[in-house]
């Protein structure tokens, strides 16, 4: 019995994945388009300041020990029982800058430990705690 040779034909191959990554190219190319256009790379807005912040119970004292200054018009103090020291006066508070103590311009008469400094994104309505004491 004499067979037939198997016949290779791999011709149809190359024009499937030619047209697979055609394909792939366009749908990244309009989803890089589509966030330009929308404006959705555009939503991170305003990073919070990178700080390190010393509160000092026993001198009833928030104190700036170093990293980015910090403006007080974008800062408030949240105390334990739900009041503000808002809004702070002074700064730019820069490294050793006293923020808020007690008798100062921003008086806490009692640091208890509960505080948070909350940071306010100038760019839009959201805050975030930078520090809690």
Partial sequence: MVGKPFIRDETGVS?????????AITVILAAVAGS??????????????QVSINCNIADDGITHEGGDDLTASELRINNPDGSNIDPLSGGPFTAGDTIAEDG??????????????????????????????
């Fill in 36 to 49: 330009f256009i929308l404006g959705l790379g555009d939503t991170t807005g305003a990073m919070p300041p």
């Fill in 15 to 23: 024009p499937v994945i030619g047209v697979i990554l055609m394909v």
């Fill in 104 to 133: 100062g311009t921003n008086d806490i008469p009692d640091v208890s430990g509960d505080e948070k400094l909350i940071w306010t994104n100038p760019d839009g309505d959201s805050t975030q705690i930078i520090a809690e004491c």
